[in-house]
């Protein structure tokens, strides 16, 4: 992968994270880390000045394993990948770290940063490191229709708005 500026990103954020879908990965190899499978996001800017830094907004529902690191750790990652690994992707959203070695199921190899952690066969990655994070809350809603569809069980996510530090493009 090689490095670029976060201000050459050139990226459709409704198809990659919403079509194409996206890994969520917080922790170590030494702290221990996990990821899940994503297609809720957002990609843009906020505070800062002169144009607002660029930031990435999560949802991650309470009962995901992935906010346990999330939660813990300062930097989050966004994995984005080539269509090939779909299936690992499908997987990664179905089955929870909590129960079984997931990564070790699929085909994909992480990278381990001293602070977070990657996958080599992304063809696009954004290093989040967390500015702020907030619940969902029902109260929210200006359409309540939402509420009813999306959390029946009154499981609302939290969001985290994270600042892109990095970005890594595939070679
Ligand atoms: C296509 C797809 C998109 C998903 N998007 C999200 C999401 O944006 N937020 C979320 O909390 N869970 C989302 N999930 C569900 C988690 O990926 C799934 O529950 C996963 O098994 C959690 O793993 P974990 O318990 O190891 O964290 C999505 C699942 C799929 C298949």
């Known amino acids: 992968m090689k490095e670029i500026q976060v201000s050459e990103l050139s990226v459709n954020p409704i198809h990659r994270i919403a079509k194409d879908w996206m890994l969520v990965t917080a922790g170590t190899k030494?702290?221990?880390y996990n990821t899940m499978t994503a297609s809720w996001g957002h990609l843009g800017s906020i505070?800062?000045?002169?144009?607002g830094l660029p930031t990435s907004v999560i949802f991650v529902r309470p009962q995901r394993y992935t906010k346990e690191f999330v939660d813990r750790?300062?930097?989050y990652t966004l994995c984005f990948f080539?269509?090939?690994h779909k299936q690992a992707l499908g997987?990664?959203?179905s089955h929870s770290g909590r129960d079984e070695d997931k990564i070790a199921k699929t085909d994909l190899t992480?990278?381990?940063e001293e602070d977070y952690t990657y996958f080599?066969?992304?063809d696009l990655v954004l290093v989040c490191r967390k500015l702020y994070q907030a619940p969902i809350v029902e109260e929210g809603f200006v359409d309540s229709s939402i509420l009813e569809d999306c959390y029946p069980a009154r499981d609302?996510?939290?969001?985290?708005?994270?600042e892109i530090i990095r970005a890594f493009v595939a070679d």
Request: net charge negative.
């Open 30 to 32: 030494a702290r221990g």
């Open 47 to 51: 505070w800062g000045h002169g144009g």
């Open 73 to 75: 750790e300062d930097i």
């Open 82 to 84: 080539p269509a090939e």
């Open 91 to 93: 997987y990664l959203g």
């Open 110 to 112: 992480p990278v381990f």
């Open 120 to 122: 080599a066969e992304a």
């Open 156 to 162: 609302l996510h939290d969001m985290y708005i994270g």
